[in-house]
């Protein structure tokens, strides 16, 4: 199967796409975006044994490469139209490229997302590239930038869980809850949507808690303060991890995906699922107490090429 | 150096980027597209070793990522607007990220593109993929799907020349011209742009003449009937290459990024560096002529995974 049966196979999904002109199989995609909003647009790669243990599920792998991009997505406040893969493949079994797609085209269906076009190519370890492309109304987009002294601080869902599923994972443990936490990771779309002209800035915690917190307030020139306690942890983690270990993955653990945003307090009614953990502060830096003690953080969330 | 400072010191260049609100630095781009127009979206990828040897100058990987993906921006007749990058390092010698960074903005430049995001990973070997997003008048968009019989075929450039510089490059020879040939195609925008109105159905020329011209006149329900001995060969192609090799190379060699085209006759006018290489029929298939006799190609030209 060479590369362009691969395509028309596996990827070529006809059906209702608004806004799509021409889909997959020209030499580009024509588009036709609304004349009302602006556009975002967001980029991410997952390398095998980099991102994800070389034995997953390759239906996972497909999900989570839309997902980690539409969570930029939803940090953006934008809602998602269409997205393009590029596809690195060591060899072409039919099994997993099937399995691929279904899990790409999960996540792409829950959330309405087209894909659009592609690229395939061969290397030496899997490595998927997803762009995708949402809209907004002119202006709302949620930046990292906007964050205000006395504004509270929050996150959706519970943190750590991501981090910890990948551990188990990696000494042949599992716990359910926890492995789907960090496979097929929730984007926040809906809660995005919701904090447009509510939030004064959002982030999508990929790197951890900590790390992506302090981007945002060094983006917004402003600092922070959070309580450790107030962190919300799931019942998973908690049964797993001690405190100091449930803490750390909290707080600096990858992949969790959820989203952190900061607000004037009054202004949050009826968003869903979200905890405050600390306020912006006009001086500089991110400041962690527990027990009412400041604490040190030190790791400041997974960066590459350290 | 960790990825963010990677991201801030090579790829962070602020200046006049027209439709950009927010770019590199955030969850994602925010961006203003022309409400006139419609958009035209590629993606493409180059695995190390795979689409370029190992030890290519790094500048010349960056220069080469934009141009191939400008390339199918000129195939759709697209103006090209921003781009997004995902890059894979093998390690982040800064020399090698620098160099690199300078072919890419050099080939951005030259065409007015502005990067607008990006995501940094670590790998096994380098892998670039750059999406590159254009605009064009609505219904304007040149597909493959459009041919007509009777319509002249039309090939931009000479052809053969990047798969002879790939060539001697491989086996330690080297001319000047092929090797740039190979090394930083030109992209067709100029081209692309005028032939929007008067072609019938385009396509670039990245895996060998024959078997992109067979993807445009199998989209169009056509066939086509081509003459070996009218494809315009370059100087050096004919002066390091036996004829047998160079029509092999011109029909069936990757990599030279010129543009096919299928027009009716009359209509092209006033279009700089183009060969009338034959003509589209009714009868299916593409059939190569020399000397007046029908033969065969027995290569369809470069795809992965056969």
């Not at 912006?280 to 350290?306: E, M, P, W």
Request: one cysteine or more.
């Amino acid at each position: 199967m060479d590369e362009f049966e691969l395509i028309r196979r596996f990827f070529d999904r006809k059906g209702e796409m608004p806004g799509v002109v021409v889909g997959v199989g020209d030499d580009g995609a024509v588009l036709a975006p609304d004349d009302a909003k602006q556009q975002v647009q967001v980029i991410d790669t997952l390398v095998e044994s980099v991102h994800f243990p070389a034995d997953t599920n390759p239906a996972d792998i497909g999900y989570r490469a839309v997902a980690v991009n539409l969570s930029d997505i939803a940090a953006m406040g934008a809602e998602p139209r269409w997205m393009t893969l590029a596809l690195t493949l060591v060899d072409s079994s039919e099994n997993w490229i099937d399995s691929f797609a279904s899990g790409l085209f999960e996540a792409a269906g829950q959330y309405d997302v087209a894909l659009i076009g592609g690229d395939t190519t061969s290397g030496p370890v899997v490595t998927v590239t997803v762009t995708l492309t949402g809209d907004i109304e002119p202006g709302a987009a949620l930046l990292r930038s906007g964050a205000k002294p006395g504004d509270a601080i929050f996150v959706t869902g519970t943190l750590g869980d991501a981090a910890a599923g990948l551990k188990l994972l990696q000494v042949g443990a599992s716990d359910d809850f926890l492995a789907q936490r960090f496979l097929r990771p929730t984007p926040r779309i809906n809660t995005g949507r919701a904090l447009v002209g509510t939030a004064n800035a959002a982030i999508d915690i990929s790197d951890g808690l900590a790390g992506d917190l302090a981007k945002l307030l060094n983006a917004s020139d402003v600092g922070g303060e959070i309580d450790i306690d107030k962190l919300p942890l799931s019942e998973s983690l908690r049964e797993y991890f001690v405190a100091e270990e449930r803490h750390h993955l909290a707080l600096c653990g990858g992949d969790d995906y959820e989203l952190c945003f900061t607000a004037p307090i009054e202004s949050v009614t009826d968003i869903a699922e979200i905890t405050c953990i600390g306020s912006v502060t006009k001086a500089r830096g991110l400041r962690c107490k527990r027990d009412g003690d400041i604490v040190v953080v030190d790791n400041s969330g997974y960066r590459h090429f350290q």
